[in-house]
């Protein structure tokens, strides 16, 4: 006759039950952990690519070939490379336009990338004009 309590085998039950939940929890939670923190270093190599463009606009003018390393830091130093006219025989690199493509690598993985075109304004006023 049972007065009260559990039996050994309800106890047993009830731990490995427990154990399934907790691992399936834990698991999922450690994804989450990594996927927000690859979100997280995308978004920084976003801004560090951003960054690196809005500097680049900056300069009055820029080289028609070769590239460039620098680290940009945004949360995290990324690796951020610089080419310019990156293709052979690339059709907006002329004498007024330059193709630009910025690269953010961390932990030698690249992050983000983005390529832009560059050209020059001509600010003076047209011929006849006052």
Known sequence: MRTGGFT?????????????????????????VSAN???????Q????????????????????????????????????RQEFCPATNDPPCTSSSTHVRVTASF???VAAQADTVFTQVNTSSPAGGS
């Open 45 to 80: 190599g976003d801004a560090a690519v951003r960054q690196t463009m809005e500097r680049l606009r900056a300069t009055a003018r820029l080289p028609t070939s070769g590239s460039r390393t620098d680290t940009v830091t945004v949360g995290r130093a990324f690796s951020v």
């Open 37 to 43: 923190q690859r979100t997280e270093i995308r978004m």
């Open 107 to 109: 932990a030698d993985k």
């Open 8 to 32: 050994l085998i309800e106890m047993l039950v009830a731990l490995a039950l427990f154990t399934v939940v907790a691992t399936f929890t834990l698991s999922f939670q450690m994804s989450n």
